[in-house]
């Protein structure tokens, strides 16, 4: 089932300021708020597109402040600041039992909507997220590395890479003024033993980016998670395994 893709501008009043949010929408029934990291929204169209043609799911696909030219207020400068800023778009909507899903940067995202405990979220569905601190397994610092280099850490296979990039860059600039030069935050580990929404956390074994330890010890900070990787998958498992990711998110 496929509903109408159609992109809309929301201006949303929030502590940080007036946020422009850009967002594709397609519609249907149960709402699925897809959630991108740091190589842009073009990581999360396709399985967008995905899904909403294998169920009668509404896909919301934003682009977060900041990236892709998108302008972003002086004041949105934190994780959390953003999470509030998509719980406020589901408020606006007036949505409910809203799915949210993200990878990589937009997992980390993900698990501070979870902790904001808004009632129009059931389920979160962190893939391949980065944001908590595991001693002896760092977050792979993407500053510099070449398109051949990223294309290795972040795919089971990179021959099914673009031939010409390696993969999708990350905006490197739109990514750290949220998440600092870090990419993570020391107390989020801790501060998750608060969840109360369930939460899944699917990873491709193959990461180069957050490894398998790093996906384990993210669940493991979750009193409501279960824990599923994901065979021949590296950090995209959207782009490299859609359908196996597919059926992981419907398999609940």
Known sequence: MTGTAHT???ALDTSAGVVELTVRNRDGDRPFLLLHGGGGVATMSGFGDLLAERTSARVLLPTHPGFGGTPRPEGLTSVIDLARTYVALLDLLDLTDVTVVGNSFGGWLAAEIALLDSPRVSGVV????????????????????????????????????????????????????????????PTLVSRLGRVQVPVRVVWGESDGIVDLEYGKAFAAAIPTSTFTVLPRSGHLPQLESPGELLGVLLDR
């Not at 391949?128 to 294309?151: K, Q, W």
């Not at 390696?166 to 600039?173: E, H, K, L, N, T």
């Open 8 to 10: 809309e501008t929301h």
């Open 126 to 185: 962190i893939v391949n997220g980065i944001g908590v601190e595991v001693p002896g397994h760092p977050v792979t610092d993407v500053r510099g590395l070449s398109p051949a280099e990223l294309g290795r850490l972040s795919w089971h296979d990179p021959s099914k890479a673009p031939a010409t990039s390696g993969g999708p860059r990350p905006d490197v600039a739109a990514l750290i003024s949220y998440t600092g030069t870090a990419m993570s935050d």
